[in-house]
């Protein structure tokens, strides 16, 4: 009896050491000083990968911090870099999308203020397998017959964003300043126009291609945020190996 319980409990210690070991996305808490957010002290959430592989951790991290600062202050401590970066957020957060297999799929958003406060978002996918950080062109054929597709689906979804308003202002017209219907249509015209196939996301179930149609100030809580969502399935034959090895 005294060998099987110490048997069981060497198992559940080594079960519970491998658990801890497990790759993590954790939060590092930036805290400054802002004369922009609600109190006194903006508090900006960034990701932060805790790996079992020291060194493939510091790789990803210090990755991610150029890319998020846009490589404006390279080599530099991630923190500081940060903390300099973000002097004038009032906030900043992030999403997990996808963690699995070895690929994490996220989005950092936040708000900065000047004259106004505008809103922006990023999104990173990460191999931590080899750390490397994959734009859309790597992971999928965006040439051909899925270019068109994507294009089809920009078109009904900006089809869609001005059915909604038009309705809105339809139904609305006591309560909505009508004068604003010219310029928010001009606005959803100009945001497909201006649409890249560029900002994307991965998820258990679909690639999602994404369009923050960022308007004007004084109205800014019209821009519409788009995703064009396509199944695994849908786009399986325009994988690329990197995705494909995955198998979704």
Request: overall charge negative; hydrophobic content about 40%.
């Given at each position: ?100 297999n ?22 990173h ?13 790597e ?7 899925l ?6 689906r ?40 201006d ?54």
């Open positions: 009896m005294p060998r099987l319980l110490l048997w069981l409990l060497c198992f559940l210690f080594f079960s519970l050491r491998a658990d801890a070991q497990l790759n993590q996305i954790d939060t590092l808490k930036i805290r400054l000083v802002s004369s922009f957010a609600d109190n006194s002290e903006a508090v900006l959430n960034f990701p932060k990968f805790i790996l079992k592989k020291k060194s493939m951790e510091n790789k990803v991290n210090m990755e991610l911090k150029e890319q998020i600062t846009g490589r404006e202050f390279e080599g530099k401590a991630i923190d500081q870099s940060y903390r300099d970066w973000a002097q004038y957020f009032s906030s900043i957060g992030f999403e997990v999308f996808l963690n699995q070895q690929w994490v799929s996220l989005e950092v958003y936040g708000e900065f203020c000047g004259a106004y406060c505008s809103s922006f978002n990023q999104y996918t990460v191999n931590l397998a080899n750390g490397k950080f994959y734009t859309i062109e992971l999928v054929d965006t040439t051909g017959f270019r068109e597709l994507i294009y089809s920009l078109d009904s979804t900006y089809q869609a964003s001005v059915a909604e308003v038009r309705s809105r202002y339809k139904l609305d017209t006591l309560q909505t300043d009508s004068s604003y219907l010219p310029i928010i249509m001009e606005e959803l015209e100009n945001c497909r126009n649409f890249k196939i560029q900002a994307y996301s991965l998820t258990p179930t679909h690639f999602i291609i994404r369009k923050n149609c960022e308007f004007p100030h004084f109205m800014h809580n019209e821009g519409p945020f788009w995703e064009l969502r396509f199944s695994w399935q849908e786009i399986k034959s325009y994988l690329k190996p990197q995705l494909t090895l995955w198998n979704p």
